[in-house]
């Protein structure tokens, strides 16, 4: 099963959690073929700009025009110096278009624009990093996270479970909102919202679905809600 011309799906599973909400956890492992193909195919996304022509409200679309230039400037500028080597920079928007592409291609997600466009800071984004939403309209809030030399599902899982304490989830609504009409005030309530951690992965994949089901964070405060979702990028 592939995702794009540059990656690979390994290996692409579920289960239910035990528990009695029903919490079904899906597990993704993918690979990155081509380094700066991939990088091509990012900014070929970051620059297309459908997403603002979309908009009708004059002022929305005048805003996030505003909001996306600075940082569709600072990635093309990144992405083109791309080679063999990955930054943590480059290694996040990889993680999050990759993640993207895979919720799109293999479960029928719509994708939103990738946070960084939208916000207001041109780096060092503030909250969730990308978003889709699910056929059945449940709306998912992603976290990527990169680290060259070790696993980081943890991290992700434990900036999912920050985010919602501080309602990152809640404030981004109302963007979210002019971005995709199917964003409603449903989506206050925990059974219609759900969470992406994608993560850098190098080693032990068949262990890491099994280690992230035991994960504390997610037993205590995720298994809530009706979804989950954890994508494992490997980067050949």
């Known amino acids: 099963m592939t995702s794009g011309t540059s990656m690979q799906i390994i290996k692409n599973e579920f289960s239910n959690l035990e528990n009695s909400l029903g919490c079904k956890l899906n597990y993704i492992h993918v690979k990155v073929t081509d380094i700066k193909n991939k990088a091509e195919e990012i900014l070929s996304l970051i620059l297309d700009d459908s997403w603002l022509t979309k908009l009708d409200d004059v002022l929305d679309k005048a805003s996030f025009i505003s909001r996306s230039k600075p940082t569709i400037e600072l990635l093309e500028t990144l992405l083109k110096e791309v080679d063999s080597k990955i930054g943590a920079e480059f290694g996040e928007i990889l993680v999050s278009c990759s993640a993207q592409s895979v919720m799109e ?46 696993n980081s599902y943890s991290t992700a899982i434990s900036q999912i ?29 925990p059974n219609k919202k759900g969470y992406i951690a994608a993560f850098s992965v190098h080693n032990n994949f068949d262990e890491i679905f099994n280690v992230i089901k035991s994960n504390k964070k997610l037993r205590q405060h995720l298994s809530k809600y009706p979804e989950l979702y954890f994508i494992g990028i490997e980067v050949c």
Not at 114 to 128: D, M, Q, S, T, Y
Not at 130 to 135: A, D, E, L, Q, R
Not at 161 to 185: A, P, W
């Open 105 to 150: 291609d293999n479960h029928a997600h719509e994708k939103f624009p990738l946070a960084e466009l939208w916000k207001e800071k041109a780096k060092g984004n503030p909250g969730f990093d990308f978003h889709t939403i699910s056929p059945s309209e449940l709306l998912f809030f992603g976290e990527a996270k990169f680290n060259s030399n070790v």
């Open 161 to 189: 479970c920050s985010f919602i304490s501080k309602g990152k989830d809640l404030m981004e609504l109302t963007d979210l909102r002019k971005l995709n009409v199917k964003v409603t005030d449903d989506h206050l309530k």
